[in-house]
T-cell receptor, first 107, second 120 residues
């Protein structure tokens, strides 16, 4: 199985800050990487697919990059509504696997 | 608007069975694969399995942790997906989400989830 890791496990930042979250796959997954946002008490929501494609309706302050084993999710200007846990997910092979999550807090 | 609504969760004893349902609306259900993802209390996301559309054989894939115990099925005439869970274990306790699967790997959108608690 492909293992996914994320760093940091949590981050606290101020409104307007740039936030970067890293995801690493245990083996190459090309661009088969998605990012999800889960707000407290809510279902996850797809933000980014295929490593860098922005899902329809997602604000442009979210962006993704990377390929192979190393990927990043960037929030260019953190907003109060971005308080959430962010998960990466590989879709290269079964079983699909998620990273452990990165909790983003607002200072 | 695409909507997914899960039902059927609840408290069940270890070793017993439970069937979850997912009703879909807002899209041509039969054209898409459907998937289930679960989240144990306070934990991360775990993919459970999925079922392809009939155009791709309607076949299924499962996580190793549930293979042989869980079965995913679909009724395209009613726009329903199901998760039959047998021989439940305490570690199956989780919120179970139904998701639309598209684009060769992505889960979007997700239902609101239904809580399954396995306890004696």
């Amino acid at each position: 199985d492909i293992q996914m890791t994320q760093s940091p496990s949590s981050v606290s930042a101020s409104v307007g800050d740039r936030v970067t979250i890293t995801c690493r796959a245990s083996q190459g997954i090309s661009s088969w990487l998605g990012w999800y946002q889960q707000k407290p008490g809510k279902a996850p929501k797809l933000l980014i697919y295929a490593a860098s494609s922005l899902q329809s309706g997602v604000p442009s302050r979210f962006s993704g990059s990377g390929s192979g084993t190393d990927f990043t999710l960037t929030i260019s200007s953190l907003q109060p509504e971005d308080l959430a846990t962010y998960y990466c997910q590989q879709a290269n092979s079964f079983p699909f696997t998620f990273g452990p999550g990165t909790k983003v807090d607002i200072k | 608007e695409v909507q997914l609504v899960e039902s059927g969760g609840g408290l069940v004893q270890p070793g017993r069975s439970l069937r979850l349902s997912c009703t879909a609306s807002g899209f041509t259900f039969g054209d898409y694969a459907m998937s289930w993802v679960r989240q144990a209390p306070g934990k991360g996301l775990e993919w459970v399995g999925f079922i392809r559309s009939k155009a791709y054989g309607g076949t299924t894939e499962y996580a190793a942790s549930v293979k042989g115990r869980f079965t995913i099925s679909r009724d395209d005439s009613k726009s329903f997906a199901y998760l039959q869970m047998n021989s439940l274990k305490t570690e199956d306790t989780a919120v179970y989400y139904c998701t639309k699967y598209w684009g060769m790997g992505w889960f979007d959108p997700w239902g609101q989830g239904t809580l399954v608690t396995v306890s004696s």
